[in-house]
Structures are given as structure tokens and as C-alpha cells.
């Protein structure tokens, strides 16, 4: 995820944005995004996960009604739910209020994915909308989450509910959801789940911690498709598991729409976990996929670019900002002993520059090796 800049209300990145420490935001504040919104989207689906947030989702809706766009309103809803359903009611754009403490607003496109940081950065750095003459409607909508649970089903055919796993998750409603599908008490497979239902790992006694991005790939090779569309950020070893992948460099960027697996964990997992035994042997016949993540402060961050892939002789190193004087360095080989090398030369090196602030050599040094 890279970071694109905070202002008097939020630090932002990809299709997030996070209220900023001590600092509530007030409705006003909340409309004024609304209406910074209004200015780039035809039509906008607003929902927010608890009653806690209802002000504040109301005065959003405000904010886009005043410029003239219609908003659809979802009252204590979950993000699955309502990042499956916003495109049936032809939003274009559909933002989603959580978070305990700190508010965060996620922010997602047509095609179900969140912002990229440029666009969001361009969106919460320019002016709001300016008053319509005729207001725009705000439309109250029922929770779709029977809709997307019977679409789910339809998607299983003939297999039997709840399927045995365990699922963990901090959010109630979220947790709720799955063991809709699953039994929640099976210490034979468990399902970790986070991000308001976005991202899902999983653990098996037979094969310990299974990441999320080996759930993925497990279900790419599993899958009937000749070939299969992968985002260019995906583990380098992914085509050693023996199938075609097309790498994209961005789906927001270009004409391929994400596969439903990349955007709905929960999909995907009934998917596989439906013949868990055909789940776990691939995943055990799967490469390694050894992935490690540092997160350094530095004081040149102004230097570096939002999002860089860097490609060695077996590995791959991929740069990006991750906070005002942060930068995330993730590292892909193929054994984890070889990412944790690879991962703590390249922190030294970074670190060493920082401190001496050789900002020009490091620059230098940084395209070099680009």
C-alpha cells in the first residue's frame, strides 16, 4: 500500500483514509469530503459498519446530495456485504466508515478495488463541489447481506453447510458472516480473518500458517481457467506452482477486471475449503512463496517514489512509502532464509544513509540498481 500524504483531516494511502491522531472529525468535515467526492463520481454508495458512525455517514451522504449526485446510504452494515452489492445499484464509487478510535474511510472504484494513492491524494487535495441548484437524492437501502450470502451459496452447488473450519476475526458482524458458512469450531483448519473481511490467512496443523497470498494461488491452480490474471505485485514464484498467470501492473490501470477471488476472501475460501483435502495437497505442493516486510524511518522520503519493483537474480524487492518519514521494503525470494538476507542488506544499507543523510548518493544508488 503506498502512502500519499495527510491534510488537516487524514492521512492517506491506497483507498484509505485514517483520521489523524487527536484530531475528530466533526460532520462538517464529513461533508466536505462528501462534496470533494461528488466532484469525480457519477453516482456513490456510502455505508458504515456500526451505529457509532451514523453522524458521520449522514453527513457524508449531505455533502455529495448538496453538489447534485444521488448517494445510497447502508446503515450498520459489513464490508463485504457492501463491497459486493454497491455495483449491482450502479455506483460508480463506494465509500465505507469503520474503525475503533481512529476513523477510517475506505474508498473503492467501480470494479470493487480501492482507490490507487494517486487518486486519492488528487481527490482529498482538491476543492469541493460547489452547491447544486437541485440537491441530489439520499437513498436509503436495505443491508444486502442475504443477497451476497445466497449468491455465495448458488456458487457451491451441492456441498453441504456449514463446511468444517474455524474462523477467527476481531469484527463481530464480519465473524458472523463466515460462520454462515462455516462451523467456527474445527481446530483442523481455521480461517483468520482481518481488515473488516478483506484479508484472510489460515493455519493448519498439517501445514502450519498458510499466508493469504498462498490461499490465493492455491485457488489459481485449482481453478478451470486456461490462464490466470494475477496483480504484477504477486509473488514472484507464482508461476512455479505450474500456471499460466498474466500479471497486470494495476487493475484500476488497465482494461482486466480483478477475479472475484482477489477481492472476496470469503468467496474464495468457501471455494477451496468446500474439499479441504484437494485444498491442503496443493497448497502443500505449492512453492514456498518466502515474502518479508520491514518497515524503516528515514529522512529522505521525498526522494523515493510512491511504488517502485526492483527484480534481481532470483528475488524481488518492492519500495514503497508506508508514513511521512516511513518506507516499507518488501522482499520476495525463494526461501525465506534468502528474503531475510536479502531484507536486512537492504535495511543496513538504507539505514546507513539515512543517518549520514547522503541523500544524492542514495538517489543515485536507488536508480542504479532500478
Not at 477510517?104 to 481527490?123: M, V
Not at 478483506?198 to 501445514?207: D, F, G, I, T
Request: some cysteine; aromatic content about 8%; hydrophobic content about 35%.
Amino acid at each position: 500500500m503506498d502512502y500519499s500524504g495527510e491534510n488537516e483531516m487524514f492521512r492517506f494511502s491506497e483507498g484509505c483514509c485514517e483520521s489523524l491522531p487527536k484530531r475528530e472529525i466533526s460532520s462538517h468535515d464529513a461533508a466536505r469530503l462528501g462534496s470533494q467526492l461528488a466532484v469525480h463520481f457519477r453516482r456513490i454508495s456510502a455505508g458504515c459498519d456500526s451505529f457509532s458512525h451514523m453522524n458521520l455517514l449522514y453527513a457524508v451522504c449531505s455533502g455529495i446530495s448538496s453538489a447534485g449526485k444521488d448517494v445510497y446510504v447502508y446503515e450498520n452494515t459489513d464490508l463485504p456485504s457492501f463491497r459486493f452489492s454497491y455495483p449491482l445499484l450502479s455506483s460508480d464509487c463506494g465509500i465505507f466508515i469503520s474503525g475503533c478510535g481512529c476513523v477510517k474511510l475506505t474508498i473503492y472504484d467501480a470494479e470493487r478495488l480501492p482507490l490507487s494513492g494517486e487518486e486519492t491524494a488528487r481527490i482529498l487535495s482538491g476543492k469541493p463541489s460547489d452547491a447544486a441548484e437541485k440537491c441530489g437524492r439520499i437513498i436509503s437501502v436495505s443491508s444486502f447481506r442475504d443477497i451476497y450470502i445466497c449468491n455465495l451459496t448458488d456458487t457451491l452447488g451441492g456441498c453441504e453447510l456449514p463446511i468444517p473450519a474455524a474462523v477467527s476475526c476481531g469484527s463481530r458482524s464480519v465473524r458472523t458472516l463466515w460462520e454462515s458458512f462455516f462451523t467456527g469450531s474445527d481446530d483442523r483448519l481455521v480461517f483468520q480473518v482481518s481488515a473488516d473481511g478483506q484479508k484472510v490467512n489460515a493455519y493448519s496443523p498439517e501445514l502450519g500458517f498458510i499466508s493469504g497470498e498462498k490461499l490465493q494461488l492455491a485457488y489459481a491452480a485449482n481453478s478451470d481457467e486456461k490462464s490466470v490474471v494475477l496483480p504484477d505485485s504477486f509473488h514472484i514464484d507464482a508461476e512455479l506452482a505450474g500456471i499460466q498467470v498474466k500479471r497486470v501492473p494495476g487493475f484500476g490501470c488497465t482494461q482486466e477486471k480483478p477475479p472475484r477471488f482477489l477481492v472476496d476472501p470469503l468467496y474464495m475460501c468457501i471455494q477451496l475449503a468446500s474439499d479441504r483435502r484437494k485444498m491442503l495437497d496443493t497448497i502443500r505442493e505449492l512453492p514456498e512463496l518466502a515474502s518479508v516486510r520491514r518497515e524503516i524511518t528515514v529522512d529522505f522520503s521525498g526522494l523515493l517514489p510512491f511504488y517502485r519493483i526492483i527484480a534481481g537474480n532470483g528475488h524481488r524487492i518492492i519500495l514503497s512509502r508506508s508514513g511521512r518519514n516511513r518506507l516499507a521494503l518488501a522482499v520476495q525470494a525463494h526461501s525465506a532464509e534468502t528474503a531475510l538476507e536479502i531484507c536486512g542488506e537492504w535495511c543496513d544499507r538504507i539505514r546507513r544513509e539515512s543517518a549520514g543523510r547522503s541523500v544524492v548518493l542514495y538517489a543515485v544508488n536507488f536508480i542504479y540498481c532500478a
